[in-house]
Every structure is written in structure tokens, then in C-alpha cells.
């Protein structure tokens, strides 16, 4: 071979080392990148990961919470339903005691009601314990199904109230009928 022939070929081969280190060299600067990148990524989600398990315990410690507590209220509902309940029954044999007819009493005369002091005004069944006495068996007689008008035939042979309308409809709404 000529020694320009040697040297052209020596100057190509030096040429295509040169390209070829340059490639490996772009390569390695590309890998380190890639690899940089996706370390920063995998960080990120980690992260990421992290803030959400945090979240989800807290959610379920939350919920967790929430759970009891609404078993503590139905619980209570349950006791506050049983002593209603109770209350209804204890009303109920009242009642049933209230509507047994009771024998006449023996006749005998009658006896006068005091007459009022001029500063007091006279005390009416509508009053005081009256209005109150009479929204109790109102609301049993409600409670066990009576109609609304023989509770208010009721009313009227055993009370003397002012608005007797506004009585029943006071005890029909809250019991539902």
C-alpha cells in the first residue's frame, strides 16, 4: 500500500473511532439523563404514594369515627324508642283503667264551690293541671287509636276547656292521625 493510501485509511479509521466515542460518549450522557429522570420520577411518585396512604388512613380513621358514633346514636334511639315505648304502655293501662266505667257514686247533695276572692280570678279545668290532665288522656286515647271525636266527646263530659280544637289537633299531630 502507498502511504497515502495508508495514510488516508489511517485518517478514515481515526475518524470513525472519533464518530464512534462520540456516540458512545452522546449514549452514556443520554443513559445518565434517562436514568436521572426516571430517579426523579420514581421520587415524585413515591411521594405521591406516600400523601395518598396518609389520606386513606386518615379517610378510614374518619369513617372509623363516624361508624361509632352513629352506633352511639342508635343505640340511644333504640333506648329512647324502648322507654317510649314503656311510656305508651304505662299510658295505655291508664287508660284502660280511665275507661272502665266507675260505678255511680250515691246521690247526695250537692256541695258549693267556694266563692273567689275578688283579687283571684276563679281557677278554670282549662287551667293549670286541667288543660294538662286533659292533653295526657288526649294523647292516650290518641296513642291507642281512638278517633278524634270520641276523644273529643271525652273531653268535653270531663273537661272545660277554652279550645278544645286546638287541643286535639295539637295531640293528633303529633301522634300522626
Known amino acids: 500500500m502507498s502511504p497515502e493510501r495508508k495514510s488516508a485509511a489511517a485518517a478514515a479509521a481515526d475518524r470513525v473511532r472519533a464518530v464512534l466515542e462520540a456516540a458512545e460518549q452522546s449514549a452514556a450522557e ?102 294538662e290532665g286533659a292533653r295526657v288522656i288526649a294523647l292516650n286515647m290518641a296513642l291507642t287509636g281512638s278517633p278524634r271525636d270520641e276523644t273529643a266527646r271525652y273531653l268535653s263530659e270531663n273537661f272545660q276547656l277554652d279550645n278544645p280544637e286546638a287541643l286535639l289537633d295539637e295531640v293528633y299531630a303529633r301522634v300522626g292521625g
Do not use: F, T
Request: aromatic letters at 0%; a negative charge; proline letters at 9%.
Open 30 to 131: 443520554l443513559r445518565a439523563e434517562a436514568a436521572e429522570e426516571i430517579e426523579g420520577q420514581l421520587a415524585r411518585a413515591q411521594a405521591v404514594a406516600e400523601r395518598l396512604s396518609g389520606r386513606a388512613d386518615e379517610i378510614e380513621k374518619a369513617l372509623q369515627a363516624l361508624a361509632d358514633s352513629v352506633r352511639e346514636e342508635l343505640s340511644a334511639l333504640k333506648a329512647d324508642l324502648e322507654e317510649l315505648r314503656a311510656v305508651k304502655e304505662g299510658i295505655g293501662a291508664v287508660s284502660s283503667e280511665a275507661a272502665a266505667e266507675p260505678e255511680p257514686l250515691p246521690e247526695s247533695e250537692p256541695v258549693p264551690e267556694p266563692e273567689p276572692v275578688a283579687d283571684e280570678p276563679a281557677p278554670s279545668s282549662a287551667q293549670g293541671e286541667g288543660i
